[in-house]
Nanobody
């Protein structure tokens, strides 16, 4: 079992920056990779990115590459999503996710439907123009 708790959501003007945090806990938290998904109003959930615990590599969906950056603190079991140059279309509920590393990486890179085992409660991020 893995519990995920996000924080850091809020409102920001277009072009601004915001950082989200997610802390993982539970008996299986050392066995999973952590990442981010988001769901905009009226749209399906979309992968944002994830980190690989095996080699530290980061993977991003094309729509955020170059603007969003993921970092992690393995000792604190925390993952961060640094969002720069925000756009109105980035408005969404952002979810922290966790699953087996290869499954999560494949889901992000290929863009398949997110059949992931662990989800946080979500945090709202709004971007105004």
């Amino acid at each position: 079992e893995v519990q995920l708790v996000e924080s850091g959501g809020g409102s920001v003007q277009a072009g601004g920056s915001l950082t989200l945090s997610c802390v993982a806990s539970g008996p299986n938290s050392d066995d999973v990779a952590l990442g981010w998904f988001r769901q905009a109003p009226g749209k399906e959930r979309e992968g944002v990115g994830c980190t690989s615990p095996m080699d530290g590599n980061k993977y991003y969906t094309p729509s955020v590459k170059g603007r969003f950056t993921i970092s992690s603190d393995d000792a604190k079991k925390t993952i961060y999503l640094h969002m720069n140059n925000r756009k109105p279309e980035d408005t969404a509920v952002y979810y922290c996710v966790a699953d087996r590393p290869m499954h999560l990486i494949h889901t992000i890179v290929v863009g398949t439907s997110p059949n992931l085992r662990y989800w946080g409660q979500g945090t709202q991020v709004s971007v105004s123009s």
